[in-house]
């Protein structure tokens, strides 16, 4: 028996600039990844598409290995997706809404591009230097963070897979229509470093009508 599954594929499209979020730093980003990436062979995957970049405090764009192109991996969408509908439970309903993603919705293709103009974008076109700020044992602190920065415009294109799924008396199923909503928060809440600072928002459109 055949899996029953809808796809649609959407295109969002920058309404601010958008920072790496990958340290640049290898022993961060081994810490890092090693604890984002599902599985071990993914965390070496990433780690090959950030190739010599090793800079204290920078983080940077995911590099392509065939051209050199800025990409996103596929899972930093369903991230984006867990994260706005955690936001948005009171609209939704959907509780738990991470287990959920995890179960009947998922995202492609594995690379996803980062386009301006129809074209890949080959390099970023700036750095953002920002203080950080935290409270510690010894009082405030304030260190220096620094992001690869893509400025307007840009957009990306993926796809969205769906799995039938129920509801139950506690919550809601994942429906279009919750997804959709989901890339609504998207012009609040974005992509990438620095989200909470406006950075990464974007506007969308189905484009497989």
């Known amino acids: 028996m055949a899996i029953k599954m809808e796809n649609r594929t959407y295109r969002l499209t920058g309404i601010t600039p958008l920072l790496g979020s990958q340290p640049a730093s290898r022993t961060l980003r081994t810490e890092f990844i090693g604890s984002k990436a599902p599985s071990p ?12 970049i090793d800079e204290k405090g920078l983080t940077v764009f995911l590099r392509d290995d065939n051209d050199n192109s800025l990409i996103m991996l596929d899972y930093m969408m369903r991230g984006y997706l867990k994260g706005a509908l955690e936001g948005l439970v009171a609209q939704t309903e959907i509780k738990q809404p991470r287990s959920k993603i995890d179960r009947y919705v998922f995202t492609g293709p594995r690379r996803i591009q980062i386009m301006r103009d ?27 963070a620094a992001s690869e920065m893509i400025d307007l415009p840009w957009s ?36 990438g470093q620095w989200r909470n600072g406006g950075y990464g928002r974007f506007t969308w459109e189905r484009v497989d009508r």
Request: glycine residues 6%.
């Open 118 to 144: 129809g074209e890949p974008i080959i390099d970023e076109d700036d750095q953002l230097e920002r203080p950080l700020r935290a409270e510690t044992m010894r009082g405030p602190r304030v260190s220096l």
């Open 41 to 52: 062979a993914m965390a070496d995957e990433e780690d090959e598409m950030l190739g010599n």
């Open 156 to 191: 990306v294109e993926f796809v969205v897979t769906l799995l039938p799924n129920p509801a139950s008396k506690s919550s809601a199923q994942v429906t279009w229509d919750a997804i959709e909503t989901a890339l609504d928060y998207g012009q609040f809440q974005g992509l």
